[in-house]
């Protein structure tokens, strides 16, 4: 009789974790596709930069990602701080308790980036393209479809740490910003 009921118990644990393991993928979209590919739609239009990102998914949790931006206009004359470039690994921690890595999200970021800055001797004027490394945090919100594509809203701020110094119209390069409106697709 022991054995009988030592056979039943262990018939109805291995079914109980099995019915939780599906459980857990219970959405179409999170089920083995831990990778992504984003376009930042934002920048292409408001400023026509290239901003494009990669994310790894590690569990429900968590994830990283690089991203990468180039700015295609002459920087020298913008009002906004003149990224030109930059490269930008991240680390997300999502806070949605039944979605796999989608929802909100706290991320925080290095970025080397690479920005002009005017300088004036006496009578000369110089452009000088100067790169420096900023730790940042950003938040934002993830939404994936039942097919895969996603949008995502995020903005964040970041200080650069070697080369804060004003420029010639009193812009203070030291602050950096991330943000947009991304689409992608998860797979």
């Not at 945090?137 to 996603?150: H, L």
């Amino acid at each position: 009789m022991k054995k009988i009921i030592l056979f039943v118990l262990l018939v109805c644990t291995s079914i109980q974790l099995t019915a939780q393991e599906k459980e857990k993928f219970k959405y179409p979209q999170d089920n083995d596709k831990k990778h992504e590919f984003k376009l930042n739609a934002f920048s292409l239009i408001a400023f026509s930069s290239l901003n494009l990102s990669y994310e790894n998914l590690l569990n429900k949790d968590s994830s990283f990602g690089i991203d990468l931006f180039y700015n295609f206009n002459d920087v020298s004359d913008d009002l906004y701080f003149p990224k030109k470039f930059s490269l930008t690994p991240y680390y997300r921690w999502f806070f949605s308790e039944t979605r796999y890595a989608r929802g909100f999200f706290v991320e925080g970021f290095g970025m080397l980036n690479t920005y002009e800055d005017d300088y004036s001797f006496f009578y000369d004027n110089d452009t000088i393209v100067e790169t420096d490394f900023a730790l940042g945090i950003s938040v934002g919100g993830k939404f994936v479809t039942k097919s895969g594509f996603i949008t995502e809203v995020y903005l964040g701020v970041g200080r650069n740490l070697f080369n804060n110094s004003n420029n010639e119209e009193g812009l203070n390069n030291d602050l950096i910003t991330r943000g947009g409106i991304s689409l992608g697709y998860r797979f």
